[in-house]
C-alpha cells in the first residue's frame, strides 16, 4: 500500500469531482474520520480515514505553503 502523506488544512484532489464541479478539498479535521471541505461550495463532508485513503488522489497544496 502507498503512503500518502496529509495533513491538516491540506488541499487535496478526491478521485471523482463534487458535482458543483470542482475537485479540490480542504482537510479541516483530522481523527479516526475525517471532514474535508469543498473548495467550491463550502459543503464539508465527513468520512472514516480508511475510505479517505481510497478516494484521496493527491495532496495538491500542502498547508505549509499557503498563505
Known amino acids: 500500500m502507498i503512503n500518502k502523506d496529509y ?3 491540506d488541499i487535496v484532489q478526491m478521485r ?3 458535482p458543483c ?5 480542504e482537510i479541516i ?3 479516526a474520520d475525517i471532514r474535508i ?3 467550491g461550495c ?3 463532508v465527513m468520512m472514516p480515514r480508511n475510505e479517505f485513503n481510497k ?3 493527491k495532496v495538491i497544496q500542502p498547508a ?4
Do not use: E
Not at 464541479?21 to 478539498?25: D, F, L, M, P
Open 7 to 9: 495533513g491538516l488544512h
Open 16 to 18: 471523482k469531482p463534487h
Open 21 to 25: 464541479g470542482t475537485n479540490a478539498w
Open 29 to 31: 479535521r483530522l481523527g
Open 37 to 39: 471541505k469543498c473548495q
Open 42 to 44: 463550502g459543503q464539508s
Open 55 to 57: 478516494k484521496m488522489k
Open 64 to 67: 505549509s505553503q499557503q498563505a
